[in-house]
């Protein structure tokens, strides 16, 4: 009696700390699994700028549909109502000029804020050449514009940072509005207040832009062509479709195969109760799992979630091996302690090889292979220790279940004709061998956004987007970290004067920069210290107009206005609060810990030689000699970067995985203490694994990280086939032979429909899985019942 | 002093020739008396107009300098600065070259809109004052004066409300 009660209050206890463990747990369903965390400066500032950086709060807004009219009309009214909403940083649409604010900033900031102000600048020829082009500009029709300024600003300084902060090439304007080139849709930026890794956040500003846009829906004219369709794209409005997505792929696909897997089982058993039965190993691991990633990682990805699915399929068989293995030899009934000393032996070396080969992710630097690892080690384990120790205590006496030998039958005869030829099996490595040749630089996809849940369609959605809006994808920055936000900002300033070569050389489009916003104090005391002091200046002025046909006298407001910014206190981002230029030196000034960052984005060349590529190298080399001593300056190109991070980690999970099969080797050699043996398991399993291999790289698809994974599951499932196929070789077929034979082909049934549902995914990193370990998994049976020694897979042959 | 009806019928008939004419190209010649200046501003260049809506102003001296308004958007090109705003953004502008723009195009509502209307003719010549209706811009300029003869324009003439003024002499080119 004791000996019953003992396990179920040890599986209880434990039960009721991993449901504690998972209930305190945090989730999160962004991109983060897929974002590496490493210590290395370079790839720690990457991996801030993809979660934190200025492109990552960036939402694309499209309107399509209606006509024209009624899209700018549309554009304009979301601006008005989303403008003052504390969601956002700035929406704009292209037809917002300088406000009040920022005109009344830049007129009186003029002389320390222009670039052209230095010693020289007030030299008598150099302020008579000044004027004289200003009275030109007076001509012309911008003169209407600056005719209004010219008895205080007579050099133009007022238009010369207006122009200095206009973008070289903005996208195109019709009816007021920035619309793509073809006209048919109108285009708005939105930058959120929520940083790009606060997914909630995101989430309520998308919301809010969909929520206003519906509001002014109803005012549309019933004369209207079609109706008018709002799109919104970007790195956020990404990593809310995907959490919506990964939340709904698990739970429907959670469901489906949870479904489909009891309905077979159901007609196997055909009893509910032991079908209940059954599943509680599968609940027991899925607990353990997401309670043991729960217990070692800060955070639970949706990803690992989902990957719970994929347990679905290989722990169902450990019950189902207990169920149908587990009958007496003779006649009817369960002979539980048989099964014990006879087959759980068997079932716990598969799962330690299992656990072997899981183990290898665990060390990956990918936080979400880790979990995975993590989530199948504690899974499987839990569900193997609960089918052998607590099961057996809840399983009825006389529990009858359908004999599944002639199943078992069923399958060797279908097997027996395939045996016959079985040494073609032996082409496999050599077809596969001369396909992966052929093929080899084509095997695994280097690139990180194959891992993106993001549908195609949306990536070249989002694509299109930047390319209309010639803002393109902010790829390149250059980063300068520093002590202080004016260290940071001088240095800012010193890249800028590098780079400028490059930008009249056509190597780039331009670049952003936060001194375009707001120049460091050091360059603004310098450009005070050149203002001359009031009778000086007016000496110079007297000198510089006296051959200019200007009444002289007219000019004391320019006189005054120069004194004055003598005087002024220097602008700093206090100043500067209120204007659309804050939100400029907000983005691209930030504070990260004890550090600050000034980020430059380089804006890639829309034609020519260069156009939408940067060459990293030349900005290197541009920046070469800048090395100041209290500030770090780093070219960073983000998709090159995240690749060859990207890269870097699946060379290491290809190496954590061969290691990890060298140790299920030495672990099989041992338990098994031969080295045929082990080549009888391992065999089959290799020959499963290099066709699933050949079949993706004959139909193009190159493998990613978590195909590698998908193998490895592949080798966990299909060991335990191939570790049955041994054992039965050790004794005489029989019935119980053809018995066990049964109760693998519905082990692999449920495997199969549970990953070919996983398959169906619309999310690549879940499909992938599905798409490897089906027909892996029925591939390793297949070699298996092909390879298996002599007689016993085929006791039909030893009665013969 | 003319009936009313005899105002609008003729300011009709100018605004109806107006619009049958599907685009016109043709020289100014543009003078600014500016009160900080002791001399005149002198400008020239071409006109071109397509209707409905797309006007260019090639200032070819005293520098190089083309404006072009295109629907709401307005391009200003000078040397090396290329400059496109929304007409939106800068309202007085905007109103100030929908006077000539709507005047070419014979959008008499356009123009009804930002101004109201004085019209006299003379046999084939006529006179069209524009007062601003709009505060802000009757701060800026008091009247645009546009001379005519038949379906083309002569001269316009801006007052601002600060003294000074400008008179932009329009003859026309037959191209081809």
């Given at each position: ?270 009893s509910v109760r032991v079908l209940a039965l059954g599943m509680l190993p599968v609940a027991s691991g899925a607990l353990a799992g997401v309670a043991a990633v729960a217990l070692g990682f800060s955070v639970v990805h949706g990803v690992t979630l989902g990957f719970g699915v994929t347990l ?12 149908l293995q587990g009958q007496a030899r003779a006649g009817g009934g369960r002979d539980q302690a048989r099964w014990t000393a006879d087959f759980w032996p068997t079932v716990r070396l598969g799962m330690l090889t299992s656990v072997v080969g899981f183990a290898s992710l665990l060390p990956s ?436 | ?176």
């Amino acid at each position: 009696m004791r000996s019953r009660i003992l396990p179920l209050a040890v599986w209880a206890l434990a039960l009721a700390i991993a449901i504690l463990l998972v209930c305190r747990a945090r989730y999160t369903a962004d991109l983060s699994a897929f974002l590496p965390a490493l210590p290395s400066q370079q790839q720690q500032l990457l991996v801030e700028e993809l979660k934190e950086g200025p492109a990552a709060r960036v939402i694309l807004v499209a309107i399509s549909g209606a006509d024209a009219a009624r899209r700018a009309a549309l554009s304009a009214g979301l601006v008005q109502r989303l403008q003052p909403n504390p969601l956002f940083r700035t929406v704009t649409n292209g037809a917002a000029g300088p406000t009040e604010a920022d005109q009344r900033f830049l007129y009186t900031y003029r002389y320390l804020l222009s670039d052209r102000i230095d010693a020289g600048f007030f030299h008598v020829e150099r302020l008579q050449a000044t004027i004289r082009d200003n009275i030109d500009l007076l001509a012309s029709p911008l003169g209407m514009l600056s005719k209004d300024l010219f008895a205080r600003d007579p050099t133009g300084e007022t238009l010369q940072v207006i122009t200095q902060l206009d973008r070289p090439d903005g996208p195109r304007l019709a009816d007021g509005v920035w619309v793509s080139p073809d006209g048919q849709r109108a285009l708005l930026v939105a930058e959120t207040a929520a940083a790009g890794s606060d997914t909630d956040g995101q989430q309520r500003a998308m919301l809010a832009i969909r929520a206003a846009f519906d509001a002014l829906q109803p005012l549309a004219p019933a004369t209207a062509p079609s109706p008018a369709i709002l799109r919104l794209t970007g790195p956020a409005v990404f990593a809310v479709d995907a959490r919506a997505t990964i939340e709904k792929e698990a739970v429907r696909l959670s469901l489906l195969s949870s479904l489909l897997i009891a309905a077979f089982l159901l007609a196997v058993y055909r009893s509910v109760r032991v079908l209940a039965l059954g599943m509680l190993p599968v609940a027991s691991g899925a607990l353990a799992g997401v309670a043991a990633v729960a217990l070692g990682f800060s955070v639970v990805h949706g990803v690992t979630l989902g990957f719970g699915v994929t347990l679905i399929g290989e722990s169902v068989d450990y019950s189902v091996y207990l169920f149908l293995q587990g009958q007496a030899r003779a006649g009817g009934g369960r002979d539980q302690a048989r099964w014990t000393a006879d087959f759980w032996p068997t079932v716990r070396l598969g799962m330690l090889t299992s656990v072997v080969g899981f183990a290898s992710l665990l060390p990956s630097s990918f936080p979400g292979l880790a979990q995975l690892g993590a989530y199948s080690i504690a899974g499987l384990v839990a569900a193997a220790l609960v089918t052998r120790f607590v099961l057996p205590q809840l399983l009825p006496a006389n529990l009858a279940i359908a004999d599944v030998a002639p199943l078992g039958q069923l399958f060797l005869r279908v097997v027996a004709p395939l045996r016959r030829v079985r040494a073609l099996a032996w082409l496999v490595p050599v077809v596969a061998a001369a396909c992966l040749l052929t093929h080899r630089g084509e095997l695994w996809n280097h690139e990180l956004s194959a891992l993106s849940p993001v549908p195609a369609e949306a990536q070249a959605f989002d694509a299109r987007l930047r390319a209309d809006l010639g803002t393109a994808d902010v790829r390149t920055l250059v980063v300068v970290s520093a002590a202080s936000a004016e260290s940071a900002l001088q240095t800012a300033e010193q890249v800028g004067a590098a780079l400028q070569p490059l930008v009249d050389g056509g190597i780039i489009a331009g670049f952003d920069s936060p001194a375009r916003y707001l120049p460091s104090l050091r360059t603004q005391r310098a450009r005070q210290a050149a203002l001359p002091d009031p009778a000086d200046l007016k000496a110079r002025f007297l000198a510089a107009t006296a051959a200019l046909p200007l009444h002289q006298e007219r000019f004391d407001g320019f006189l005054e206005d120069v004194a004055a910014a003598r005087q002024l206190p220097l602008a700093t981002a206090q100043q500067l609060q209120g204007t659309t230029q804050a939100a400029g030196v907000d983005a691209l000034l930030v504070q990260r810990g004890a550090a600050w960052q000034a980020l430059v984005p380089l804006e890639a060349m829309h034609t020519g030689p260069s156009a939408y590529m940067i060459d990293t190298g030349r900005v290197e080399a541009a920046l070469g000699g800048l090395r100041s001593s209290d500030a770090t300056v780093i070219v960073l190109d983000l998709k090159r970067e995240s690749d060859a991070l990207y890269s870097s980690y699946l060379t290491q999970s290809v190496r954590l995985s061969l290691a990890g099969l060298g140790a299920i080797l030495v672990l099989l050699t041992v338990a098994l203490r031969s080295l045929v043996r082990t080549l009888r398991v391992v065999v089959p399993l290799a020959l499963a694994v290099l066709v699933v291999i050949s079949g993706f790289v004959v139909v193009g698809h190159a493998m990613t990280i978590l195909n590698l994974v998908g193998l490895l599951l592949v080798v966990a499932i299909g060991s335990n086939y191939c570790l049955f196929f041994d054992r039965e070789a050790g004794h005489r077929g029989d019935a119980d032979g053809a018995r066990t034979l049964g109760s693998l082909t519905v082990a692999n049934a449920s495997t199969v429909i549970g990953f070919g549902v996983l398959a169906t995914s619309s999310v690549p990193v879940l499909s992938a899985v599905g798409l490897t370990v089906a027909p892996g998994a029925f591939l390793a049976l297949l070699f298996g019942a092909l390879l298996a020694g002599g007689t016993a897979a085929a006791p039909g042959s030893s009665h013969a | 002093m003319q009936a009313p009806a005899a105002v609008d019928g003729g300011l009709d008939a100018v605004m109806q020739s107006m619009a049958a004419r599907p685009h016109g190209h043709a020289v100014f010649t543009e003078s600014q008396y500016l009160a900080l200046l002791k001399t005149r501003l002198e400008s020239s260049g071409d006109l071109y107009f397509r209707f409905p809506d797309h006007l260019e102003k090639v200032t070819r001296r005293p520098a190089p300098e083309s404006l072009v308004i295109d629907s709401g958007t307005l391009t200003v090109t000078r040397g090396k600065m290329h400059h496109t705003v929304a007409l939106a953004a800068y309202p007085q502008l905007a109103v100030f070259i929908d006077s000539i723009r709507a005047t070419l195009a014979g959008d008499r509502a356009a123009l009804e809109r930002s101004f109201t209307l004085q019209f006299a003719a003379d046999g084939p010549h006529w006179t069209l004052s524009l007062t601003p209706r709009d505060a802000k811009l009757a701060a800026l300029v008091r009247q645009i004066r546009i001379d005519g003869s038949g379906d083309a324009i002569s001269t316009v003439e801006t007052l601002r409300a600060d003294g000074d003024r400008s008179v932009m002499v329009i003859t026309p080119v037959s191209d081809g």
